[in-house]
């Protein structure tokens, strides 16, 4: 992804060491920040510390939901990020041949060096729900994010979620992991009924989603530093689908489509509108394909970080007459499929197995990749069965706010 349209500048070099202590406080062995006398790692460079004071107990309320602190977040994300750069799970299975991985990080099979935890990783919260968050080819570090929850009766209630930090903002693939758990976790726990009438349970929804854009900003401004100059910054985009009803919101350029099944009559849709240079030369009428390959085709016009001038996501609601796929993604997938019709071609293609949202999360990234793999791929999907147990079908509506 490109840097926002009006966005953070390029980072410059620091003239002394990052987030070095003064001397008036403990510091980090490793690197010289300040650290506190609670803390369990060091902001700066991820370093695991023995903490001499003992962490606030949880409050007894409840208020917090049994979720971690945005600070607690940051210190524990920003560590799983350096530890990500370096390690590689042991045991898991080669992307390359399907053997195994072995502990110096290298497939025991074929010998090719496994990718990093962070540059890799899939989600399966339920046998109808899955996601797959992958660095590409070219790119040296995976600054996407998916975060997915459901529960398990397929067809019942799922949220997807995919952040895409920006490139050139610093500490964006910690600010965008940050952002897609908060936004994830925020969706799951709030399960809004309306008044009881199909419209208002859509826009009881659609106001979630705005609150989970907001909690998702407030874990990005949680992963910048005080002083930073050029402050993390990600995209958001994300969806909840409650039987035949889908909600859908974004900030930035990442995606929902509806891909119905291509024997089904419902046409495919991308229900998501970009914030960005290129979305607004299309509604000026440039043909798509030359919107979306012409300059600063990615630069967007919105974005969730410290330096956002508006952080809002534009939110929509549709019900679903047909199987299908609700699929969230990031401009990696899109970059070489954009239209939706086009996007369900290469999913019939892909889809031998319908009941199998992992294997074809995984199919997209890895034909994503033999594009080109230009950009970080994520793909989050979840299954739609008519007339499954827990769908609920309501009236057409659609509560798409400009």
């Known amino acids: ?28 062995p490793n690197c010289g920040a300040e650290v506190g006398p ?45 530890e990500a750069q370096q390690t590689a799970p042991v045991g898991r299975p080669c992307l390359n041949c399907g053997g195994l991985v072995g502990a110096d990080g290298y497939c025991e099979t074929c010998g090719t060096k496994a990718p990093s935890e962070r540059d890799h990783y899939t989600e399966t919260p339920a046998q109808w729900v899955a996601a797959v968050c992958d ?14 929850a459901a529960h398990s009766d397929p067809g019942s209630r ?30 799951f726990l709030a399960q809004p009924a309306g008044l009881g009438t199909p419209t208002s349970r ?4 659609a ?29 958001f985009a994300a969806a909840v689908i409650e039987g035949d009803l889908v909600v859908f919101g974004n900030v930035g350029d ?38 979306e390959n012409g300059p600063q085709a990615h630069a967007i016009m919105k974005w969730l970080g410290r330096d956002s ?45 319908r009941s199998a949202p992992l294997h074809l999360a995984q199919a997209l990234v890895q034909w994503a990749n033999q594009q080109g793999g230009k950009d970080n791929i994520s793909v989050a999907l979840a299954r739609h069965e008519v007339g499954v147990h827990g769908a609920r079908p309501v009236d057409h509506h659609d509560t798409r706010r400009s």
């Open 207 to 235: 106001r979630s989603v705005e609150a989970a854009a907001a909690a998702a900003n407030a874990a990005v401004v949680a992963n910048t530093a005080a002083d930073s100059d050029n402050a993390a910054s990600c995209t």
């Open 202 to 205: 859509a826009g009881a929804i």
């Open 309 to 353: 001038p508006d952080f809002v996501p534009r939110t929509g609601a549709v019900t679903l007459a047909s199987s299908g796929w609700l699929l969230v993604c990031s401009d990696g997938l899109w970059n070489y499929v954009s239209e939706a019709t086009a996007l369900q071609r290469l999913i019939g293609q892909l889809d031998a197995d």
């Open 1 to 28: 992804m490109t840097i926002p349209a009006s966005g953070p500048a390029a980072p410059q070099p620091p003239t002394t060491a990052p987030g070095a202590s003064d001397g008036a406080g403990p510091s980090c």
């Open 158 to 187: 799922a949220v997807l979620v995919v952040c895409d930090g920006v490139s050139t903002s610093l500490d964006s693939d910690v600010a965008s992991l940050a952002a897609a758990r908060a936004a994830r976790d925020s969706l």
């Open 254 to 291: 990442s995606r929902v489509y509806w891909v119905p099944d291509l024997d089904q009559p419902e046409a495919a849709a991308e229900l998501s509108l970009d914030d960005s240079v290129a979305q607004a030369r299309i509604a000026a009428g440039v043909p798509r394909e030359e919107a």
């Open 135 to 148: 660095r590409g080819i070219r790119h040296h570090r995976n600054e996407d994010a998916t975060a997915v």
């Open 38 to 82: 609670g803390d369990s790692f060091c902001e700066a460079c991820g370093t695991e510390l023995s903490p001499t004071a003992t962490p606030p107990a949880a409050p007894s309320d409840g208020s917090a939901g049994g979720l971690e602190s945005p600070i607690t977040v940051s210190r524990s994300l920003r560590a799983m990020a350096v």
